[in-house]
Structures are given as structure tokens and as C-alpha cells.
């Protein structure tokens, strides 16, 4: 049994991790306008921004499902956090247009893996 402090402490994990996948949805679209003039991308191209994040999720959801139940969900979580967090980071240095969807499908993947506690 856990301690008082490191449920707390999982707890407060778990909770930053789902905030982050959910408000990194609502970032992107707000980043939009600035975006597409900086990487001079119209917005059906910049889409792929978005759904490329959503389909990774979406895909990758039942298969992190059954890698958290074979090989642990603390595992799961803490290599989540740390390829969400690759993933963000290389966002952020995205040099064009290409990098940025590969590395919000890294986001996603991350995002994935954090899901299943």
C-alpha cells in the first residue's frame, strides 16, 4: 500500500498528464492564425496539424491499452510523459511545416501512452 504522500504525488501526476493532453488540443487551434503565417501554409493544409494529433490518439488508444496491462501502467505513464514531453519541446523548435505534424504525432503518441493508468 502507498503511502498518504505518494498517492498524492501519483495522483497529482495522473492529473497533470490529462490536463495536458487536453488543453494541447485547444493550444494548437489558438496558435493558428500565427501558424499559417509563419510556416505560409493556407488552413487545409494547417489541418493536418490537427489531425494528424487526433488520428495518432485515436489509433494508438487500444494499443497502449494492452501494453499498460502487460508491462505496467506507471511504466506506461512515465514514458508518456516523457515523449509527450520530447514531442512538445521538438513542436516548439519546428523548423517547417512537416516537422511540426511529425512531431505533434510524436505529441499523440505520448498523449496515448498517458491515457491508460
Not at 503511502?3 to 496558435?31: E, G, H, P
Not at 501558424?35 to 495518432?56: K, M
Not at 511504466?75 to 516523457?82: E, P
Request: charged share 10%.
Amino acid at each position: 500500500m502507498l503511502s498518504k504522500t505518494a498517492r498524492y504525488i501519483a495522483f497529482s501526476a495522473i492529473l497533470v498528464a490529462s490536463f495536458l493532453t487536453v488543453i494541447n488540443t485547444n493550444m494548437i487551434r489558438v496558435a493558428s492564425p500565427h501558424l499559417q503565417e509563419t510556416l505560409d501554409v493556407n488552413y487545409s493544409n494547417l489541418s493536418w496539424v490537427f489531425n494528424s494529433y487526433q488520428i495518432a490518439y485515436a489509433v494508438l488508444l487500444p494499443v497502449f491499452g494492452q501494453i499498460g496491462d502487460k508491462f505496467g501502467r506507471r511504466q506506461c505513464l512515465v514514458a508518456g510523459i516523457a515523449v509527450f514531453a520530447l514531442g512538445a519541446l521538438l513542436g516548439g523548435f519546428a523548423w517547417d511545416f512537416t516537422s511540426l505534424v511529425t512531431f505533434r504525432t510524436l505529441q499523440a503518441v505520448g498523449a496515448a501512452a498517458t491515457t491508460h493508468w
